[in-house]
């Protein structure tokens, strides 16, 4: 199959650098519509969607044969189907809407390119990495794939603003970025920051998979503005900074592609007092919300590109306050393919309160992992976040994993100094007592390396097989 790489590749992403570029003051300037303009903007949106979907998508005008594409509003979604990640795959050529385009031409592109390409023209794709279970594959035409970097990256703009101040007041000098993230693949760290990667000063991209010892020396010899990275590599990156090896300041520290604690977003700002903490919720599906320094951790959903539903276990709506046991999400911005109320099962909980920057868009409090993470023990079920303070309390434990046993959990460690493996044990067996497990099976291991996953994200909770 022909695709676009190489010379040609690289003009072509110049041009798609340069779109974004132009779109970006817009999509920030969205950032201060009132709530009856993102309202108004959202329902516009959904019924172009669904009249595309229907037009261009077998799949999905079988599916909504039903809803009137002209009349249709977010309320109505409740009488629409539920889109599941196996409907995706299982029906992919019948749901793109882009000519020529099959899943299979998609893989064999996927297994033969060495780096980042265009395929049908000037198409993208990104793959996830299928810790949730099956593995999805997901094409953005040029404007979507612009708008998904840029509906994260727009939350950046406040922060961006302070540190152009005092750049500007200490040398001038333009800011330089890290992105400690995915290897060269089709996920979306690496996509989207090859990209939109500036040409006069491109992001220092180290791989995910690197030991810290290997990534502090880079690190310090960059000494960047800007750090993006994973959550997963913060009590590693802190131990360094602790001591005294790793010697950066950041301004802003980004976090993506995983869920931020309340445990590693403490961490963070400990280690790095002045830096703006930033985090957002951003899948392969269509990026969901912008980064909020004022937020208290928390992020605003990007209502103006997608709609996105807390429900429970029986999909009904959650309230602000509640933990959801997955969402629906509709992305309104990507026709390439048509994701309508589609299952993604991430632990919302919702905030109702006012946010001090002022933005109508709504706010995440949290997301509290992924709803596959949770421990069953026949009907009972534990939350491993109430298991993980056992292991904050510890800062020489640098990396972890969890493991759940038929009797209680077995924990995987890395240290960078003393652990007191008798109070892991005692503590992640408190919070087990909290749940009703009385006299879990707990055990600890140190260990030399953690495995990673092919983008270098490390799972930190695994469940047993139901």
């Not at 201060?32 to 019924?47: F, M, Y």
């Not at 990534?215 to 960047?224: G, R, Y």
Request: charge should be neutral; include cysteine.
């Amino acid at each position: 199959m022909d695709y676009v790489k190489g010379a040609d590749f690289e003009s072509q992403r110049a041009a798609h650098y340069a779109f974004h570029v132009t779109a970006m003051p817009h999509l920030i300037g969205r950032m201060s519509w009132p709530r009856e303009q993102i309202d108004a903007h959202r329902t516009k949106s959904l019924r172009n969607l669904l009249r595309h979907a229907k037009a261009h998508s077998p799949w999905h005008a079988r599916r909504l044969a039903h809803i009137d594409a002209e009349r249709a509003t977010p309320a109505d979604l409740d009488d629409f189907p539920v889109m599941t990640k196996s409907d995706l795959m299982d029906n992919w050529d019948e749901i793109v809407t882009v000519p020529g385009a099959t899943r299979k031409g998609a893989e064999a592109v996927l297994r033969e390119a060495r780096d980042q390409f265009y395929i049908w023209g000037d198409h993208t794709l990104l793959a996830s990495g299928g810790t949730g279970g099956r593995p999805g594959l997901f094409v953005y035409d040029w404007a979507s794939m612009a708008v998904n970097w840029a509906s994260m990256s727009r939350g950046m703009s406040r922060s961006l603003a302070r540190l152009a101040v005092r750049q500007f007041e200490s040398a001038g000098r333009p800011y330089r970025t890290a992105a400690v993230v995915a290897e060269q693949s089709s996920h979306g760290s690496y996509v989207m920051g090859r990209l939109f990667s500036n040409p006069m000063n491109p992001t220092k991209r180290l791989s995910a998979w690197r030991t810290i010892e290997e990534l502090v020396p880079e690190l310090n010899a960059l000494d960047p503005h800007i750090l993006v990275c994973y959550p997963t590599r913060v009590p590693a990156l802190a131990a360094a900074a602790a001591a005294g090896e790793l010697k950066i300041s950041p301004h802003i520290v980004f976090f993506g592609s995983e869920h931020l604690s309340d445990g590693g977003r403490q961490l963070t700002q400990k280690t790095w007092p002045k830096a703006d903490v930033l985090t957002c919720w951003a899948t392969s599906e269509g990026a969901g919300s912008f980064p909020c320094a004022l937020a208290d951790g928390g992020f605003h959903v990007s209502e103006d590109l997608v709609v996105l539903e807390p429900v429970d276990a029986a999909g009904r709506p959650v309230k602000p306050g509640e933990r959801s046991h997955g969402v629906y999400l509709t992305n309104l911005f990507n026709k390439a393919m048509p994701i309508i109320r589609y299952h993604i099962d991430d632990i919302f909980e919702m905030d109702d309160a006012p946010c001090p920057c002022g933005s109508a868009y709504r706010k995440v409090r949290q997301v509290h992992g992924r709803a596959f993470e949770l421990f069953h023990y026949g009907s009972m079920f534990v939350h491993p976040l109430a298991l993980e303070l056992a292991v904050l309390e510890q800062p020489s434990v640098i990396e972890y994993q969890l493991r759940q046993t038929a009797r209680g959990a077995h924990l995987l460690y890395r240290q960078a100094g003393p652990v007191d493996a008798g109070r892991l044990r005692l503590r992640i067996a408190e919070g087990f007592a909290r749940y009703g497990l009385r006299e879990p099976e707990i055990t600890v291991e140190e260990v030399a390396e953690l495995k990673r996953t092919a983008v270098g994200k490390l799972q930190k909770f695994v469940p047993l097989v139901h």
